[in-house]
T-cell receptor, first 111, second 114 residues
Framework: GEDVEQSLFLSVREGDSSVINCTYTDSSSTYLYWYKQEPGAGLQLLTYIFSNMDMKQDQRLTVLLNKKDKHLSLRIADTQTGDSAIYFCAEILGGSYIPTFGRGTSLIVHP | GAGVSQSPSNKVTEKGKDVELRCDPISGHTALYWYRQRLGQGLEFLIYFQGNSAPDKSGLPSDRFSAERTGESVSTLTIQRTQQEDSAVYLC????????????FGEGSWLTVV
């Protein structure tokens, strides 16, 4: 199976919170990332979390890390239409410098 | 410039031709990555450069693919004898530290092989 797994689609109503989930398989992960990709654009680094942290908050974004379950989530508060994009989860394993990416979750925000 | 710069932004080439894609990392970034993203897919690692160390080429899909980097500056990804399955976005990223905690991507080079 894939090292980093994400559901492919998420649809939310404008103003609601979005929660995008990611699971990874290797407990030696050191850094975990969330990237945003808008149509026709490159990847924008949203946030990252080090494996010794459980939570990180940055304005509307909250990252939660459950190391026991190898589960990472990204919560977007007050989701706006401009948040519509593909969100990629990525991990760097201990001893490596190369991020492994999930296939991305397409977030659709509707009025 | 302030970000990772890639050129060309779009390239259409005929099957069998060679192409070169260029990446200018953020100044001072020692680590540089190339990834490939096929339409509707995730990111596929190609190659990693770190300072003057030997590059990690483990992701290159065939010997038609090669990449070079001059010191800690510009990198060029070369695809020889292009095939239609090479059509993809080629993304370059750079990072200021060996641990790679902040990795920044360019806008990508969109390659179409016809």
């Amino acid at each position: 199976g894939e090292d980093v797994e994400q559901s492919l689609f998420l649809s939310v109503r404008e103003g609601d919170s979005s929660v995008i989930n990611c699971t990874y398989t290797d407990s030696s992960s050191t850094y975990l990332y969330w990237y945003k990709q808008e149509p026709g654009a490159g990847l924008q680094l949203l946030t990252y979390i080090f494996s010794n942290m459980d939570m990180k908050q940055d304005q509307r974004l909250t990252v939660l890390l459950n190391k026991k379950d190898k589960h990472l989530s990204l919560r977007i508060a007050d989701t706006q239409t401009g948040d519509s994009a593909i969100y990629f989860c990525a991990e760097i394993l201990g001893g490596s410098y190369i991020p492994t990416f999930g296939r991305g979750t397409s977030l659709i925000v509707h009025p | 410039g302030a970000g990772v710069s890639q050129s060309p932004s779009n390239k259409v080439t005929e099957k069998g031709k060679d192409v070169e894609l260029r990446c200018d990392p953020i100044s001072g970034h020692t680590a540089l990555y190339w990834y490939r993203q096929r339409l509707g897919q995730g990111l596929e690692f190609l190659i990693y450069f770190q300072g003057n160390s030997a590059p990690d080429k483990s992701g290159l899909p065939s010997d038609r693919f090669s990449a070079e980097r001059t010191g800690e500056s510009v990198s060029t990804l070369t695809i020889q004898r292009t095939q239609q399955e090479d059509s993809a976005v080629y993304l370059c990223a750079s990072s200021p530290t060996i641990s790679g905690n902040t990795i920044y991507f360019g806008e990508g080079s969109w390659l179409t092989v016809v």
